[in-house]
């Protein structure tokens, strides 16, 4: 089982719509979870970035961290055809000897269509 | 101000034949990462610079892969003896320092024929 899981999707949604990404793990040492953006051919860009649990919010973008689930969870209000990308969540852990490594999910591939 | 820079942007190469990347970090940041990204596979971590530490090399998957990191600054990853399964797309990542925000390069994207 890898520590962290994703549904790749491909997800398919009209322009407009709330997209819900997700993310389950298993390692309880991760306390820092971040949501990349990767656009085809291009690195990752780092889209929302949160410590512990709980809500944050950035524009259109809602990120929620529920560590007693081990579930994170990235919402996206009115989506819009440039939000069209694969989507990675990332986590990282707070002590021990993997400390500063990023721990990766296989990413969502989100298509937006007019 | 510039960001993470990777070269060469594509590499075509032999299977058995040796490959360097390069890495060239934000000004600045201590911490450097290297990732593989493999078709539809998620970023797996390869090797983790921070400072002048011994670096992490837990995820480098076998001898033929190692790196080095010289004045602090830009990284070479070195492929030996190159198979088609090493074929991904090779990325770095720099922080200010370690368990900061990692900022990604554009990736080199390696085909090993």
């Not at chain 1, 929302?48 to 944050?56: A, D, E, L, Q, R």
Request: charged residues 20%; proline residues 5%.
């Amino acid at each position: 089982q890898k520590e962290v899981e994703q549904d790749p999707g491909p997800l398919s949604v009209p322009e407009g719509a709330i997209v819900s990404l997700n993310c389950t793990y298993s390692n309880s040492a991760f306390q820092y979870f971040m949501w990349y953006r990767q656009y085809s051919r291009k690195g990752p860009e780092l889209l929302m970035y949160t410590y512990s649990s709980g809500n944050k919010e950035d524009g259109r973008f809602t990120a929620q961290v529920d560590k007693s689930s081990k579930y994170i969870s990235l919402f996206i209000r009115d989506s819009q055809p440039s939000d069209s990308a694969t989507y990675l969540c990332a986590m990282s852990a707070d002590r021990g000897s993997t400390l500063g490594r990023l721990y990766f999910g296989r990413g969502t591939q989100l298509t937006v269509w007019p | 101000g510039a960001g993470v820079s990777q070269s060469p942007s594509n590499k075509v190469t032999e299977k058995g034949k040796d490959v360097e990347l390069r890495c060239d970090p934000i000004s600045g940041h201590t911490a450097l990462y290297w990732y593989r990204q493999s078709l539809g596979q998620g970023l797996e971590f390869l090797i983790y610079f921070q400072g002048n530490s011994a670096p992490d090399k837990s995820g480098l998957p076998s001898d033929r892969f190692s790196a080095e990191r010289t004045g602090g600054s830009v990284s070479t990853l070195t492929i030996q003896r190159t198979q088609q399964e090493d074929s991904a797309v090779y990325l770095c990542a720099s922080s200010l320092i370690g368990r900061e925000t990692q900022y990604f390069g554009p990736g080199t994207r390696l085909l090993v024929l």
